[in-house]
């Protein structure tokens, strides 16, 4: 969807995210955005891959619009995780902003050769996490095209 365009659903955000603390800014961040969307969150990495491969609970799941990942995840780390989503045929398409603590250029380089879309360090400071999340998802819904569902 581009700048301009209607939305008649919510936009689905899968926030996968293990820290409980960054959960709640988050989806708080994405509460108080005029975009409405709809925020399911995965703890783990294997438990995002069942989600987006909509597997035992989660056979009715939503398809997301959009995936921000965290890298340093329980059980299956975000690298591991995108490398499954880009070389899923039916879910590569599907926009990955890796939003993580790390700055580290290695694990730029590794998040952006593994396809991620962007690459976003979270900051320090409340308000700054809050400005982030949201410009993230201004970015994605009203400047860039999301390849929106059905798939």
């Given at each position: 969807?581009?700048?301009?365009?209607s939305?008649?659903?919510p936009?689905?955000?899968?926030?996968?995210?293990d820290?409980?603390?960054?959960?709640?800014?988050?989806?708080?961040a994405?509460?108080?955005?005029?975009?409405r969307?709809?925020?399911?969150?995965?703890?783990?990495?294997?438990?995002?891959?069942?989600?987006?491969?909509r597997?035992?609970?989660?056979?009715?799941?939503?398809r997301p619009d959009?995936?921000?990942?965290?890298?340093?995840?329980?059980?299956?780390?975000?690298?591991?995780?995108?490398?499954?989503?880009?070389?899923?045929?039916k879910?590569r398409?599907i926009?990955?902003v890796v939003?993580?603590?790390?700055d580290?250029?290695?694990?730029?380089?590794?998040?952006?050769?593994?396809?991620?879309n962007?690459?976003?360090?979270k900051p320090h400071?409340?308000d700054?996490?809050?400005n982030?999340?949201?410009?993230?998802?201004?970015?994605?819904v009203?400047v860039?095209?999301?390849?929106?569902?059905?798939?």
């Amino acid at each position: 969807m581009s700048g301009g365009d209607s939305v008649t659903r919510p936009i689905e955000i899968l926030l996968v995210e293990d820290n409980p603390g960054d959960v709640r800014l988050a989806k708080e961040a994405l509460e108080d955005s005029p975009v409405r969307n709809h925020v399911s969150v995965a703890a783990d990495g294997e438990v995002a891959l069942r989600f987006l491969r909509r597997e035992k609970e989660f056979a009715n799941a939503p398809r997301p619009d959009l995936i921000l990942l965290d890298l340093k995840l329980p059980k299956k780390d975000g690298f591991e995780v995108l490398a499954e989503i880009k070389a899923d045929r039916k879910l590569r398409a599907i926009p990955v902003v890796v939003l993580t603590t790390s700055d580290a250029p290695e694990d730029v380089h590794k998040a952006y050769d593994l396809q991620a879309n962007a690459y976003v360090t979270k900051p320090h400071d409340l308000d700054e996490f809050f400005n982030v999340v949201t410009c993230i998802q201004d970015f994605c819904v009203n400047v860039a095209k999301l390849p929106l569902g059905p798939f």
